[in-house]
């Protein structure tokens, strides 16, 4: 059986080479179907990891609290603001916990010179840069008097200084917000777009109560982001936040929560699903090219036995064995399958690496898909070549002589 194995695949290499141009041809719709599903599920992976690294370097013990009950992924129903006075109960009241810093944002138009830039400017405590791991590239974060006394200060973003400053150090510069003119004294470190594409350095952060009095106009907090200490369950810290909050927003035991509750670990774990759904749902349609390739090798093994007639009925008039027909085809069949899925797999591993690089993804090496789509291209060989090496096989020796 060895022999027949190791003749039949010395007959196939030997039609290969005999067509190389169309054994090429032949291979393109495998080759590409393979390079496909690899590339997209090795991209898919790339990104879950990045979701999963940029919610880890805000720590696992991270909650956030905003007004509304929510109604599904990125939803919620309208609910009253938070006030300053519920971030200092939360910190006055919840045990266990290393921060709480309240935060309120709006949309405004920053002004220095003749430069103007539309950013998001952010109101919050001192409190709120050591949560959201935001650290100074130059110059200072505001202290707890400034943030207290509401002093006209500002710390911006990499982007922002871009826009307006270019190059040169910001540190110093009174820029315009609204009516607001304030002092620039820090430069945050850069952090890059977000998993969900945000540009996180598109960011001016004031002191809250500056934000309150002069931008917003109002004492409303949109949310209260909470640290809890090392070693404190975050599932405790956030049963003691929904107590907290039913008292404070007068909520009867009949009523439902009009706030919602949400902990770093919810928060990865709906994105990473996400994204690995999306990353088998466009798997699962590279795939449909993998089966185009299966039919182009069908119809072009096809063709082959129709040329080969009279080479198949002379073999078989002098003894060759059906079955050793049928298997040479069928080798023929997986040959080509399964160079194109070796030749599939080197591009993809190629693509896979430069893409990652332009998408700013980590490269994710996935064996276990490198090897199911190897394995698949030789399978729909086997199904695709079965056809064809059946009929081969199952020729008439006198029929086939006479063949023309």
Same mark, same amino acid.
Not at 100 to 104: D, I, L, M, Q
Not at 126 to 129: A, G, T
């Given at each position: 059986m060895?022999a027949m194995?190791?003749n039949?695949?010395l007959l196939?290499?030997?039609?290969?080479?005999?067509?190389?141009?169309?054994s090429?041809?032949?291979?393109?719709g495998?080759i590409?179907?393979?390079?496909a599903?690899?590339?997209?599920?090795?991209?898919g992976s790339?990104a879950?990891r990045k979701?999963?690294?940029?919610?880890a370097?805000?720590g696992?013990n991270?909650?956030?609290?905003t007004?509304?009950?929510r109604m599904g992924p990125?939803q919620?129903?309208?609910?009253?603001?938070?006030?300053?006075?519920?971030?200092?109960a939360?910190a006055r009241?919840v045990?266990?916990? $290393?921060a709480?810093?309240?935060?309120?944002s709006?949309?405004?138009? $920053?002004?220095?010179a003749?430069?103007n830039w539309s950013?998001t400017v952010t109101?919050t405590t001192?409190?709120?840069?050591g949560?959201?791991?935001?650290r100074?590239q130059?110059?200072r974060a505001f202290t707890a008097?400034e943030?207290?006394?509401?002093a006209?200060?500002?710390?911006?973003g990499?982007t922002?200084?871009?826009k307006?400053?270019?190059?040169?150090?910001?540190?110093?510069?009174r820029i315009r917000?609204?009516?607001?003119?304030?002092?620039?004294?820090?430069?945050?470190?850069?952090?890059g777009q977000s998993?969900?594409?945000?540009?996180?350095?598109?960011?001016i952060?004031v002191?809250?109560r500056t934000?309150?009095r002069r931008?917003?106009g109002?004492d409303?907090?949109s949310m209260?982001?909470?640290?809890?200490?090392?070693?404190?369950?975050t599932?405790?810290?956030k049963?003691?936040?929904?107590?907290?909050m039913?008292v404070?927003?007068?909520l009867?035991?009949s009523?439902?929560?009009?706030?919602?509750?949400?902990?770093?670990?919810?928060i990865?774990?709906?994105?990473?699903?996400?994204?690995?759904m999306?990353t088998m749902?466009?798997?699962?349609?590279a795939a449909v090219?993998l089966?185009v390739g299966?039919?182009?090798?069908?119809?072009i093994m096809?063709v082959?036995?129709?040329?080969r007639?009279?080479e198949?009925?002379t073999r078989l008039a002098?003894?060759?064995l059906?079955r050793e027909?049928?298997l040479?085809?069928?080798v023929e069949?997986?040959?080509?399958?399964?160079?194109g899925?070796?030749?599939?797999? $080197?591009l993809?591993?190629?693509a896979?690496?430069?893409?990652?690089g332009v998408?700013q993804?980590?490269?994710?090496?996935?064996?276990?898909?490198v090897?199911?789509g190897f394995?698949?291209?030789?399978?729909?060989?086997?199904i695709f070549?079965?056809v064809p090496?059946?009929?081969? $096989?199952?020729?008439?020796p006198?029929?086939a002589?006479r063949?023309e």
């Open positions: 060895t194995l190791l039949a695949l196939a290499l030997r039609e290969l080479r005999r067509n190389v141009m169309r090429i041809l032949t291979m393109l495998i590409i179907g393979v390079a599903v690899i590339v997209l599920v090795t991209l790339g879950t979701v999963t690294e940029q919610i370097s805000l696992s991270l909650l956030m609290l007004p509304g009950k990125g919620s129903s309208g609910g009253a603001p938070f006030k300053l006075a519920d971030a200092e939360i009241e045990p266990g916990l $290393a709480v810093a309240p935060v309120s709006r949309s405004a138009t $920053a002004i220095y003749s430069e950013t109101g001192d409190e709120y840069f949560l959201s791991n935001r100074m130059e110059g008097g943030a207290r006394l509401g006209s200060v500002c710390v911006i990499e922002v200084r871009d307006l400053f270019g190059r040169h150090s910001p540190v110093g510069s917000l609204q009516k607001l003119s304030c002092e620039v004294i820090g430069l945050i470190q850069s952090k998993s969900m594409g945000h540009d996180q350095d598109d960011i952060v002191p809250l934000f309150q931008i917003a109002n409303d907090v209260i982001q909470v640290s809890a200490r090392e070693g404190v369950s599932d405790r810290v049963r003691d936040l929904g107590r907290l039913r404070r927003r007068h009867s035991s009523q439902d929560d009009n706030f919602n509750v949400m902990d770093m670990k919810e990865a774990a709906m994105l990473s699903g996400t994204t690995r999306m749902l466009l798997g699962a349609v090219s089966l299966g039919i182009g090798i069908m119809n096809l082959s036995v129709t040329e007639t009279r198949i009925g002098i003894g060759a059906e027909v049928l040479q085809f069928l069949a997986v040959v080509l399958s399964s160079l899925g070796l030749i599939g797999i $080197a993809a591993l190629a896979s690496a430069s893409l990652a998408l993804v980590p490269f994710v090496f996935n064996a276990p898909i090897v199911v394995a698949f291209s030789a399978v729909v060989g086997v070549g079965y090496a059946h009929k081969a $096989a199952r020729l008439d006198i029929e002589l063949h």
